[in-house]
């Protein structure tokens, strides 16, 4: 996709937001300052009083299979073969969600729903603003061409544009839940880098 004047909010909010990503350095630094009054230990020994200081209080600030789902714009087609293709791999998509959501919280390697919405926006958490929540979605668009444009591949994996929030699902290689679940654990920890926009 483009980039143009109507994504330019996403592309901004996307922007910042990386860039806040690196700044630990200052993070550090404001550990330290606190740390010269001892306030480091002092939240540390009243973690419950002071949490409310750092992180939003509105509830799980992680997104979860619910979010993310109720937070989708798929495009159907309206041939009837296609829209059934379409409809499982929405059904297998929500699955692997609530799968991932009955993992192993202790296993910090394994994917998480955390770990999919970060791929699929860019964030991990949920929007803390109501107004950016009420127009976060993400755009779900099928591939039914794939065999067409590349006879002889064999797989094709999911692709997103998080700048534009953007998700395909190639409808192809997505014929059983197993299959899905194997291409989508493989899309998102080797796609979770900024390659399309």
């Known amino acids: 996709m483009l980039i143009t004047w109507q994504n330019k909010e996403n592309i901004k909010r996307a922007i910042a937001m990386h860039a806040a990503a690196r700044r630990t350095r200052m993070l550090q ?25 750092f992180v939003f209080e509105g509830g799980n600030d992680q ?18 073969l296609k829209h059934s293709e379409e409809m499982q791999i929405l059904n297998n998509f929500q699955d692997f969600l609530m799968e991932l959501e009955d993992g192993d919280p202790e296993d910090e390697e394994a994917l998480c729903v955390s770990k999919v919405m970060q ?17 976060f979605k993400t755009t779900v668009q099928f591939d039914h061409t794939c065999m067409e444009r590349m006879p002889d591949h ?6 997103v544009s998080a700048w534009t929030q953007t998700i395909t699902f190639p409808t192809a ?11 989508m654990k ?7 880098y900024f390659y399309r926009v």
Request: charged residues 20%; aromatic residues 8%.
């Open 119 to 135: 791929w699929l926006s860019g964030q991990a958490h949920v929007h803390l603003l109501l107004s950016e929540r009420q127009y």
């Open 154 to 159: 064999r797989i094709c994996y999911p692709v």
């Open 29 to 53: 630094q404001l550990c330290e300052g606190l740390q010269l009054y001892r306030l480091v230990d002092i939240m540390e020994q009243n973690k419950e009083v002071c949490r409310g200081l």
């Open 173 to 183: 290689h997505s014929t059983s839940l197993n299959e899905f679940k194997e291409n």
């Open 63 to 80: 997104g979860d299979s619910q979010y993310i789902v109720s937070h989708l714009d798929h495009k159907m087609s309206e041939s009837t």
């Open 186 to 192: 493989i899309a998102v920890q080797q796609g979770a």
